[in-house]
């Protein structure tokens, strides 16, 4: 059909207002954003697309079960900031009683410092000069940091340059608790320990056993097995530590998928989970002490949220959301959870593709469609901010300050 401009001035009219969901102009959320005093003013709804949202009851829920757990099994709770790479989140976590915040590289505590964190435990080692050098200087600012070694010319260089800097440097020996990083639990662990003891220039503060390898087994008996195994390991380390006269007052493990197994390990002083705090669909499937498939100890607090702006045809919705704003290491897709059962399939760097045949509800252009996210710390890197709300009413925005910190 030929389009007169009759038809066209009918249609255009005929057809619904793309105005979804907004109840401001962009003017004016471009304004209340600039002034950061968001509190009572936005509505989550007026937030640009895709933007990453937290639902403050669920996340505060997260992190008072968390706080609440150690406390009664009498742990330190120093949760692993590379979940939120953010100083605000940190310190708000602090104030529930988290003893400090750990970070995985030195340029994320770094910037958690800036931030006002304290109580930092770098979890990577300081291999190499300039890490070295960036370890030193954030020591002389924060001299209550610990770092990690598990190398003995490493912990020699530390040593050295600490000695030059005229500064004493805290060390813990990351044993090798699953596969990645550190030192063979054990004797080459006490030979470390005892190499260390001999450089006046380090103090050590006790073991960092992280065992990632057990926190996504599936099932909790299954997991409960792995993660004893392996730090029932370091708890023997330490004793062996005890037993040569080596003080070590101190071990930090644990993980969002073992908080409750480790916690039960005598030896295990502190826990260091990160994800708890917004869970992901990684972890909503590994299954609970309660027999059940699911893992709802913690509960889905961050979403992304995007926009419908396109639609092909009835039966495909194209979002704004695809690549560039979730992580795709795990394999699976986000779910919506404005939407259930509608599923999402990845489009490109920028979209996504909604399947609408079984859609229990219309989805039109411009519609808001939420997400959880298959794996939160990755996605979270890809944001500057989180817009923390309560309800859907925007309450404050927090900035993702060590973003892109992975040095
Ligand atoms: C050293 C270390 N500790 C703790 C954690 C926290 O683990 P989760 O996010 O699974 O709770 C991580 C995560 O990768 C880690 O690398």
């Known amino acids: 059909m030929i389009m007169t401009r009759r038809i066209f001035v009918a249609s255009s009219l005929a057809a619904p207002a793309v105005l979804t969901g907004a109840t401001r102009s962009w003017a004016e959320v471009e304004k209340i954003l600039a002034s950061g005093n968001v509190k009572g003013k936005l509505s989550k709804d007026d937030l640009p697309t895709p933007s990453l949202l937290l639902d403050l009851d669920l996340f505060e829920a997260n992190v008072q079960k968390m706080a609440a757990h150690a406390k009664a099994r009498g742990r330190a709770l120093r949760p692993h900031a590379k979940t939120h790479k953010c100083s605000e989140l940190a310190k708000y976590l602090m104030s529930q009683g988290a003893v400090g915040a750990c970070s995985a590289k030195i340029s994320e505590a770094e910037a958690l410092a800036a931030g006002g964190v304290t109580g930092l435990?770098?979890?990577?080692?300081?291999?190499?000069?300039?890490?070295?050098?960036?370890?030193?200087?954030?020591?002389?600012?924060?001299?209550?940091?610990?770092?990690?070694?598990?190398?003995?010319?490493?912990?020699?260089?530390?040593?050295?340059a600490a000695a030059a800097a005229k500064q004493k440097i805290n060390v813990a020996i990351d044993l090798l608790v699953g596969r990645r990083t550190g030192i063979t639990p054990g004797e080459p662990a006490l030979g470390l320990a005892r190499a260390v003891m001999q450089m006046k220039n380090l103090k050590l503060a006790g073991i960092q056993a992280y065992s990632g390898f057990s926190a996504h087994v599936?099932?909790?008996?299954?997991?409960?097995?792995?993660?004893?195994?392996?730090?029932?390991?370091?708890?023997?380390?330490?004793?062996?530590?005890?037993?040569?006269?080596?003080?070590?007052?101190?071990?930090?493990?644990?993980?969002?998928?073992?908080?409750?197994?480790d916690s039960e390990i005598d030896g295990v002083t502190e826990l260091q989970p990160g994800s708890y705090v917004f869970m992901d669909q990684g972890y909503g499937s590994i299954g609970s002490s309660t027999g059940t498939d699911k893992y709802s100890d913690f509960a889905h607090s961050l979403t992304v949220v995007a926009s419908v702006y396109s639609k092909p045809s009835d039966d495909i919705a194209v979002v704004d959301a695809g690549l560039k704003a979730f992580a795709t290491d795990s394999g699976g897709t986000p779910e919506s959870v404005s939407h259930p059962g509608v599923p999402y399939a990845w489009a490109g760097d920028e979209h996504g593709r909604l399947d609408l045949k079984k859609a229990p509800r219309a989805i039109n252009l411009g519609d808001r469609v939420e997400f959880t996210v298959t794996h939160c710390d990755p996605t979270v890197n890809l944001y500057d901010r989180i817009f923390c709300h309560r309800g859907g009413q925007v309450e404050k925005i927090w900035r993702i300050n060590a973003r892109g910190m992975s040095q």
């Open 121 to 160: 435990l770098v979890t990577g080692s300081l291999a190499g000069r300039h890490r070295i050098e960036r370890g030193i200087a954030l020591a002389a600012k924060r001299p209550e940091t610990i770092f990690v070694v598990d190398n003995t010319q490493n912990a020699q260089d530390l040593n050295d």
């Open 218 to 261: 599936q099932g909790f008996e299954k997991r409960r097995a792995t993660s004893t195994e392996w730090m029932g390991q370091a708890v023997a380390t330490r004793w062996l530590f005890e037993k040569d006269g080596i003080p070590c007052p101190w071990l930090s493990g644990g993980s969002t998928g073992t908080y409750n197994i």
